[in-house]
């Protein structure tokens, strides 16, 4: 769930220093929703209207208006697309100012708390996967009646009779009835609004919740009589610390690098949405002058994406590119020429030139040194990637100083969950595990894992390495293949979806799991 929270935010703060309502974003979202809507001249006749009388203020109006665009936003969202994200950011961003200052002045009219309504329609497993207990987010705007009978109404259940189409708990189909209480002093974060005022349907009585709400559901009911799922939940502020924090983290970064090449990081870093981002930053880099000062940034992210896809030579043609360029503006671009070596060092530690990414590790972290604080998070990733190489080079002693200087600083100064601290203790399990230490090698990667299972997708690829490795680890104990090959399963079943076909690291995992394979069925 926090991943689905962190990236609505995340993206949200980011798209908010961008240029979201250029005529550019306009034309983007726009030119989407016209192919999508192709051969339906009704629905492009109320695009045409939208593109001549939409003004910011109206975005709760033309999201409550029964129209494309609820549709079309809720469609994007429940993808958890941020690539989709950036594509309707020109009317998403709206919505969501127009919600905020909503919800300000609901606040003032609704002191106690209060319950709202809402009418689902959920397939019957979804409906068994839900329990007490559990908490649930939101992937759009999610609409609700203060009245009850408009929730049902919504599903089609009877308004006299209160029977729902479903005639037993065990249909495909199941109907089920929210029943949300929000109390602000138990969830004083949430953002919902009551739009009644603003909206194309008054007569609905409908509030809003922003993006990623999340809800603690407390009881589950199924009425034998009227064929419904009742199912009571209350608004929730378990992970608003942990949006704040990284909230408070993205601000910072927005001070050291453009909203835009952060949007592509975070599309790449937080989604793993690798393909998606080189389609972003290559979108990007066409849009800007040849001598504009962005392009070295923009190959150096292009690099660093390519890296992610396994398309090494692409990434050392792009690195070398951003390294060109800004050896030309040195001392001014000290810090980003220092990046830049340190990027194209991974590349070289990822195809086992251990000696030249020690090397060109070490000059970065001389001019980091130079140019930057201590306790800077340049200087840590710097430490992390060296102790890496350090590793390839079986220096593993220098190789478990680094890292854990590196693992230090993540949890003393970085968010709660941040993927650096991740990847600090993934390197220190293959430290342990090359010195013989297997119980703290899984205990390190065991701790990786969990970190990127509550804070990106499950199917996302760094899941699939920290498989891959706790599976190199099993198997070399007595007794435990089993649960080797259960990790290695894991791994090539996110590998296989998410990494290129050519990919190294795929092919190692699919190695190690055919291996796996016949040794259980020998």
């Not at 006299?160 to 249909?171: E, F, L, Q, V, Y």
């Not at 430290?431 to 230490?437: D, M, N, T, V």
């Amino acid at each position: 769930m926090n991943y689905i929270r962190l990236s609505f935010s995340v993206c949200i703060v980011i798209l908010k220093e961008m240029p979201y309502d250029s005529p550019e974003a306009k034309r983007q979202m726009l030119s989407e929703c016209r192919a999508y809507y192709r051969g339906n001249p009704r629905v492009i006749a109320t695009i045409d209207e939208f593109r001549r009388a939409y003004c910011s203020v109206d975005a709760i109006y033309w999201y409550t208006k029964p129209c494309f665009l609820h549709d079309v936003i809720n469609r994007a969202l429940r993808t958890e697309d941020i690539l989709a994200q950036y594509t309707f950011r020109y009317f998403i961003v709206d919505m969501c100012t127009c919600l905020e200052e909503a919800a300000a002045t609901t606040k003032t009219r609704y002191i106690t708390p209060f319950r709202v309504y809402r009418g689902a329609i959920l397939s019957r497993e979804e409906v068994e996967q839900l329990s007490v207990d559990m908490l649930v987010a939101t992937k759009g705007f999610f609409s609700s009646s203060k009245h009850l009978n408009i929730a049902q109404e919504f599903i089609g259940i009877d308004s006299i009779t209160g029977m729902s189409p479903s005639r037993s708990h065990k249909d495909k189909q199941q109907f089920v009835l929210l029943e949300i209480s929000v109390d602000w002093t138990q969830s004083p974060d949430m953002i919902v609004a009551d739009v009644s005022s603003q909206s194309a349907v008054p007569d609905e009585h409908e509030m809003i919740f922003n993006l990623g709400a999340t809800f603690v559901i407390t009881d589950i009911n199924y009425d034998d009589e009227h064929h419904v799922w009742h199912i009571q939940m209350i608004s929730s502020s378990e992970v608003a610390q942990l949006n704040r924090d990284y909230n408070e983290y993205i601000r910072k970064r927005l001070t050291e690098i453009k909203p835009a090449l952060l949007f592509g990081n975070i599309l790449a870093d937080m989604s793993g949405d690798h393909i998606g981002a080189l389609t972003y930053f290559h979108r990007l880099l066409r849009t800007v002058p040849v001598d504009d000062e962005d392009r070295p940034n923009l190959y150096f992210h292009l690099a660093r994406t390519y890296r992610y896809t396994g398309k090494y030579q692409q990434a050392i043609t792009y690195y070398q590119a951003a390294l060109l360029l800004q050896r030309c503006r040195l001392p001014q671009l000290s810090f980003d020429y220092g990046r830049t070596l340190t990027g194209l060092a991974v590349v070289y530690s990822e195809i086992s030139n251990s000696v030249r990414a020690v090397t060109l590790h070490t000059r970065a972290m001389s001019i980091f040194r130079n140019v930057l604080p201590e306790d800077h998070i340049e200087i840590a990733h710097v430490s992390h990637r060296l102790a890496y190489a350090c590793l390839q080079k079986k220096q593993y002693e220098r190789a478990l100083l680094l890292v854990s200087s590196s693992l230090s600083f993540f949890q003393r100064k970085m968010p709660t969950n941040h993927p650096g601290q991740a990847q600090a203790l993934h390197t220190m399990g293959l430290i342990h595990r090359a010195l013989g230490h297997p119980e703290q090698a899984i205990d390190c990667l065991k701790q990786a894992l969990r970190i990127r299972e509550s804070s990106q997708a499950a199917d996302d690829p760094a899941v699939a390495y920290k498989c891959f490795e706790l599976s190199l680890v099993y198997a070399e104990q007595e007794g435990e293949r089993r649960v080797a090959f259960e990790y290695a399963q894991r791994a090539f079943t996110i590998g296989q979806k998410r990494l290129h076909p050519n990919h190294i690291i795929l092919k190692q995992i699919a190695q190690h799991f055919e291996h796996l394979s016949r040794q259980l069925n020998a």
